[in-house]
């Protein structure tokens, strides 16, 4: 550690120690936590300072910015803030709030009574804007509209759809943005209105948790990792995962992802010449469960290069599965098991047992190579290393689960989003030419992107991509509870009453100059872009401290699969198909029945 960190007055009686010099690097930052307030710590040319741990805008981890030039940019929003001062560029009245950082002796402390001082003014700022903005008097959640269920067992007999989110949506534009509903006696709120929304997604963990019952079931089949854990448990997870998913391990990992997108290629020029329809959204699992294999354990499945659908054919049966037990009137299949129970059994069976296998070959590789500084090349082996190190360590089940989450996710939702893009490319053809111009002009004579830095001149393709997911999100439906009781618009909501959010209505709401439920990517652009009322509610990726942490991969691969297609092919729904493509929800939301043509270009 440089001589130039700053030495300060003997630390108070009540200082507490944040973070160590020997792990803050030059341009370094690290998460601290103390008595359930995020802080931030950074070393940067002049020293170290300790920020308020979440951006002002949206509640974002600042830990997980990025650090340059002495200047602190957010994962979400882009806010950038000066490492010396905490001012955000450009607008003064979002600074962040600066505490004292005593260091000595290695340690790098804060006073207690400080930060909680501030956390107290902070808190009843929030409590005082709160208490002016409540509907007087305070209303109970039976007060709420919506629809009638019967004794026992509520409205469950209407949950027995593969389209849930269309049937929550259909009763919020009957009830309004808040409204209620039972399930074998719990009580539910579903909430569209963006403010309240945000608000839930901002106030996590501290305030909301996601719904007990997911937390339940993922811990059943062994995938409680980042994405369900809550708790201490959940940010020991979420700074290992999200350091192995930073932008450095990504751009090492860009040329695995340029080879996965050329054998992606490879497969639909023979599908071009031999004028087949495809069903796209399983071509595009193909391609994500080699991207994720290999971000995940280093390991090629090769699915794209053969017929054989090992591992695809497991992970497909387990969405599913996660949503029909989720809204299970009770768990059955700890009683007895149905043929879809067994056939979940079979399938975690195998993923674990190759899962343990890439673990121990990963654990072997890292002890032959234990003298080397260099960069984990995957998710699975950086999770290793910290727990070799004892930084923040994990059991070899919350490595198994982490990386099987990753897997899963991974090959999922990226999957879907392209398939939902490339339905929406099939029915606007003017914004495929404009798709395919703006590619063209990229990336030349080559057939792929070769460049990860050329990701960031496909500006239409990435307005393409928030319009495709403004429009058919994957998580159209979120469920979450609170901590304790609450007011949520001046509705008293008691503990463990679960709060549906519907994602997707807050986007849809009326305001902007192009129709909202128009298919226009253009609002994306210009000027009125970032701050448009299209982005009001916008949270494919979720907000606050817990936007997801494989954000940038997703969009990366988004933007590289798309890159391709549209360099190399048109793109068509097949005429030989007549049935409708329809959303269908399964934990995530899909388009069932897309078939596409492919036909190529040069």
């Known amino acids: 550690m440089s001589s130039t960190l700053q030495i300060v007055k003997p630390a108070p009686e009540d200082s507490v120690v944040v973070a160590r010099t020997k792990d803050l690097e030059h341009e370094n930052v690290q998460a601290a936590h103390l008595d359930g307030i995020d802080l931030v710590v950074i070393r940067h040319a002049q020293g170290v300072c ?38 955000r560029r450009g607008i003064s009245t979002s600074d962040l709030k600066r505490f004292e950082a005593i260091v000595e002796n290695g340690e790098i402390k804060v006073d207690r009574n400080e930060v909680l001082a501030w956390k107290a003014q902070q808190s009843s700022c929030a409590a005082a804007v709160e208490q002016a903005a409540r509907p007087s008097p305070v209303r109970s959640v039976k007060q709420l509209p919506g629809p009638k269920g019967v004794p026992l067992l509520g409205n469950l007999l209407d949950f027995r759809t593969r389209q849930l989110h269309l049937l929550l949506e259909n009763w919020c534009r009957e009830f309004g943005s808040m409204y209620t509903y039972t399930l074998m006696g719990r009580r539910f709120v579903a909430i569209a209105d963006p403010v309240l929304v945000n608000q839930v997604l901002h106030d996590r963990p501290g305030t909301y948790r996601r719904w007990d019952v997911i937390q339940r079931v993922a811990h059943e089949i062994g995938v409680d990792g980042v994405f369900s854990a809550e708790g201490d448990t959940w940010r020991r997870q979420r700074q290992l995962v999200v350091k192995a998913l930073d932008p450095i391990h990504l751009r090492a990992f860009f040329p695995s992802m340029r080879m996965m997108t050329s054998r992606l290629l490879s497969r639909w020029e023979t599908v071009a010449r031999n004028r087949q329809s495809v069903n796209i959204r399983q071509e ?42 989720i809204i299970a009137p009770f768990p059955y299949w700890h009683y007895f098991k149905l043929a879809p129970d067994r056939q979940l059994d079979r399938a975690l069976v195998a993923v674990r047992a ?234 995530t939301m899909f388009p069932e029945g897309l078939f596409v043509r492919l036909e190529q270009r040069h």
């Not at 979440?54 to 803030?81: I, M, N, Y």
């Not at 390991?299 to 599913?320: C, K, N, R, W």
């Not at 190579?369 to 919350?398: H, K, M, V, Y």
């Open 284 to 325: 595009l699992m193909r391609y994500t469960v080699d991207v994720a294999t290999n971000l995940a354990f280093g390991y090629d499945m090769g699915t794209l290069q053969s017929d054989g659908e090992i591992i695809q054919q497991h992970l497909a049966v387990m969405f599913p599965m996660i949503q029909r037990r």
């Open 50 to 87: 300790i920020y308020q741990g979440r951006c002002p805008h949206e509640g974002t981890l600042l830990s997980e910015g990025a650090l340059k030039d002495d200047v602190l940019t957010c994962r979400g929003p882009g806010w950038q803030f000066a490492c010396q001062s905490g001012q």
């Open 354 to 587: 190759l899962t343990q296998v890439l673990i121990t070959r990963n654990r072997a590789r890292l002890m032959q190579d234990a003298t080397t500084d260099a960069l984990s090349s995957n998710l699975l082996e950086a999770l290793l290393t910290a727990q070799e190190e004892g930084e923040a360590p994990l059991t070899d089940e919350e490595v198994m689960a982490n990386v099987f989450t990753i897997l899963l996710a991974g090959e999922d939702t990226t999957a879907n989003t392209i398939a939902w893009i490339a339905y929406l490319m099939c029915t606007h053809p003017e914004v495929q030419n404009k798709m395919q111009a703006e590619v063209d002009s990229v990336i030349g004579e080559g057939a792929i992107l070769e460049d990860a830095d050329a990701l960031d001149d496909l500006v239409y393709l990435d307005a393409v991509t928030k319009e495709t997911m403004r429009l058919k999100p994957v998580s159209p439906v979120t469920s979450f509870e609170p901590n304790f009781d609450v007011q949520l618009n001046g509705i008293a909501i008691p503990k463990g009453t679960v709060l549906t959010l519907l994602t997707r209505q807050p986007a849809l709401q009326p305001g902007s100059v192009s129709p909202i439920q128009t298919f226009d990517p253009d609002r994306w652009l210009g000027a009125s872009g970032a701050t448009g009322s299209h982005q009001v509610g916008f949270v494919p990726f979720g907000s606050g401290p817990r936007l997801c942490p494989g954000r940038k991969l997703a969009l990366m691969e988004v933007k590289s699969a798309l890159a391709m297609m549209c360099r190399n092919f048109n793109i068509s729904q097949a005429t030989d198909r007549t049935a409708a493509v329809d959303e269908i929800f399964e934990f």
